[in-house]
Each structure stands twice: as C-alpha cells, then as structure tokens.
C-alpha cells in the first residue's frame, strides 16, 4: 500500500492541526493505519491507530482527549485532528501501514513536520 501525508504546519500552543494520509495500492479493508511521530534526538512513538474494517481505534496515553483519528473509505484517507496542541507534540508525524494478521507497520509515509510554537 502506498502512503502520502500531509498537513503539517506552524501552528500556535492550544491550536489545531488536521493531518491527512492518503492511501492506496491495496484493499484497505485488509490494513490497519497508524500515525508515528519522532521529534528530533527521539525514537518514533506511537500515536494512534485504526482498524479500516469496523473502525476500531487506538491512542497513545498522551495524546488521549486532544487526538482523534479517522478514516473516509470513499475517499481512502485517514486522518489525524490534533486539538489544544502543546510544543511538545512538535515531531515529524509518519503514517503507517500494517495488514491486520500482522503486528509490523510495514509500509510508511514520507513524514510531516507539525511545529508548535509556545
């Protein structure tokens, strides 16, 4: 499955930023997607995940009531809202791909930068 962010931005302390990864390539239905973020002189974590079949959703503890993803199956686009962004989310945000049998994301989007300014 091919990947492709985008969205990525400046954005003030307690603002907002939409990220989207377009997919495609593959049935979807078959994937589960996820976001990663690596700020600089960090290792990638985990955001958020969620199943393209049912829809079932994961959240890193720390982006938990601020981060929502989602998806549009017509549009094959999953989504990452980040509400009341603070400067410590400023990371480049990956999205991923893994087929649900699987426990590896194995197919990765060029990263976005997400910047946010105190």
Excluded at 25 to 37: A, C, D, I
Aim: hydrophobic letters at 35%.
């Amino acid at each position: 499955v091919q990947l492709q962010a985008s969205g990525g931005g400046l954005v003030q302390a307690g603002g907002s930023l939409r990220l989207s990864c377009a997919a495609s390539g593959r049935t979807l239905s078959n994937y589960v997607m996820g976001w990663f973020r690596q700020a600089p002189g960090k290792e990638r974590d985990f955001v958020a995940s969620i199943w393209w079949s049912g829809g079932n959703t994961y959240y890193a503890d720390f982006v938990k009531g601020r981060f929502t993803i989602s998806r549009d199956n017509v549009k094959g686009t999953v989504y990452l809202q980040m509400n009341s962004l603070k400067p410590d989310d400023t990371a480049v945000y990956y999205c991923a791909a893994r087929l649900v049998r699987s426990t590896v994301f194995g197919s990765w989007g060029q990263g976005t930068q997400v910047t946010v300014s105190s």
